[in-house]
């Protein structure tokens, strides 16, 4: 049967990674994989994650299974993270919850959800959207389109041009997939009075907020990052979350992930919960833990959580400062307008305003390695090597 296999080119990221890695020039720039790197270009585990990683060596009894949903102390201390500890939301119970595996097992939890209490669903996403998303909820069965976002030319957020469509194309009851933060690949997110207003528009259309929150901490900070999910469910009665702690608590390969499913009411929330349940079952049967307890026991633990503060305080300044270089770099003539937008912009991406061969270009001639839709991951530069690459890419354009 197999040789009816049809064969399929590698995801665009992933092949950008292996073509990177097998570069031997010593002076190689990585933009690739969104991947946090620090000043020597490593990776690190967390200080406060291998922290816990000791006590729970230590700790952990069992390797036994924890449940369809994971671990539930992970998910309330999670949810408290993101909507804060108070949120009505949460005290009434109204919130579904379940673990996933990573970001990406999350958003296909919530997909497959959607499909199964309204199978026609449309869910829109914008453009562009992380190169994944597509075929990743398109697969649970649901429909997908896209409303505008980005403008190639300011390097900004079209936001009327958002609402107009979605206006215009989007019935009652889709969905509208958004980045909480950090908008992946293009780094353009909602000010908070578009959040309010997209809120607004949400409710009064009776469209269903997706929210996606992947890099939420490596923005502008915890309160920043989470506002828009928060303004969100404070307006509209139905909203999902697909949250990742790949980025914020570096366990990328441990998948670590949360879906929660804001429903009307606590009776609802517990058939949505039913439902989670059943789709864990059918498609992973249990999600992973290890990375699951790890975020726990830092969260829990009043000085493990303030190493990782101070860890992703970091992280994101780190990014900060290499924005404002690449920036100060850039901003000669003609390149003005880029030179705005990478200062302005939040978390690991940016998406320069060039083309498939330039970004080709750069990976050929200069070993600077960035998606062909001219993402960059601004963690991957470093402050000696950010004048070449600002050369370079003033050279390309
Ligand atoms: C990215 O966008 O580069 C990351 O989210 C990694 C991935 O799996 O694509």
Same mark, same amino acid.
């Given at each position: 049967? $197999? ?10 990221? +992933? ?11 010593? @002076? ?14 490593? =990776? ?46 949460? *005290? ?14 999350? %958003? ?5 959800? +959607?499909?199964?209490? *309204? ?5 829109? *996403? ?32 079209? $936001? ?38 997209? !809120? ?9 907020? $997706? ?6 901490? #490596? ?5 920043? @990052? ?10 509209? @009665?139905?909203?999902? &979350? ?7 608590? !570096?366990?990328?390969?441990?998948? &670590?992930?949360?879906?929660? /499913? ?26 992973? @833990?290890?990375? !699951? ?5 830092? #969260? ?6 303030? /190493? ?16 404002? #270089? ?22 690991? $991406? ?9 970004? +080709? ?9 960035? =998606?062909?839709?001219?993402? /960059?991951?601004?963690?991957? *530069? ?11 890419? %003033?050279? &390309?354009?």
């Amino acid at each position: 049967m $197999f040789e009816y296999l049809v064969p399929q080119p590698p995801d665009a990221i +992933i092949q950008l990674m292996q073509a990177c890695k097998a570069d031997t020039n010593p @002076d190689k720039i990585d933009l690739g994989v969104g991947v946090y790197k620090d000043a020597a270009g490593s =990776t690190v585990i967390l200080d406060s994650v291998k922290k816990a990683e000791e006590i729970y060596w230590h700790q952990e009894k069992t390797k036994s299974y924890v449940g369809i949903r994971g671990n539930a102390e992970f998910c309330r201390l999670m949810l408290e993270l993101m909507m804060g500890a108070d949120h009505s939301a949460i *005290a009434d119970n109204r919130i579904a919850v379940a673990q996933g595996a990573g970001g990406s097992g999350a %958003l296909r939890l919530g997909a497959e959800v +959607i499909k199964s209490a *309204a199978p026609d669903t449309t869910v829109w *996403a914008s453009t562009p959207t992380w190169a994944n998303h597509i075929p990743l909820i398109s697969s649970a069965g649901l429909k997908m389109e896209s409303y505008p976002y980005y403008n190639r030319e300011t390097l900004g957020v079209d $936001f009327e041009d958002m609402l107009d469509h979605l206006a215009k194309h989007a019935k009652a009851g889709d969905v509208v997939l958004l980045h909480g933060c950090c908008h992946n690949p293009t780094g353009a997110d909602l000010s908070p009075q578009e959040w309010d207003r997209v !809120a607004k528009f949400m409710k009064e259309r009776g469209l269903i907020p $997706f929210i996606d929150l992947a890099y939420f901490g #490596l923005g502008r900070g915890m309160a920043e @990052d989470t506002y828009g999910l928060k303004t969100v469910i404070d307006i509209c @009665d139905e909203v999902l &979350v697909a949250a990742s702690c790949s980025k914020n608590f !570096a366990l990328y390969k441990e998948r &670590v992930g949360l879906i929660a /499913i804001i429903c009307k009411d606590a009776a609802t929330a517990e058939v949505a919960n039913s439902q989670l349940g059943l789709i864990q079952r059918k498609l992973i049967s249990m999600p992973p @833990d290890h990375g !699951a307890s790890l975020v726990e026991k830092v #969260l829990a633990t009043p000085e493990l959580r303030q /190493i990782w503060e101070n860890e992703l305080t970091e992280m994101r300044e780190r990014m900060r400062g290499l924005r404002q #270089l690449l920036s100060e770099a850039l901003n000669v003539q003609g390149g003005e307008v880029i030179a705005r937008a990478v200062k302005d912009q939040n978390g690991m $991406f940016s998406t320069l305003p060039l083309s498939k061969g330039q970004a +080709i270009k750069l990976r050929e001639e200069h070993s600077i390695y960035l =998606t062909n839709s001219g993402r /960059i991951n601004i963690a991957g *530069a470093n402050s000696s090597n950010i004048p070449r690459l600002a050369e370079a890419i %003033l050279n &390309v354009l």
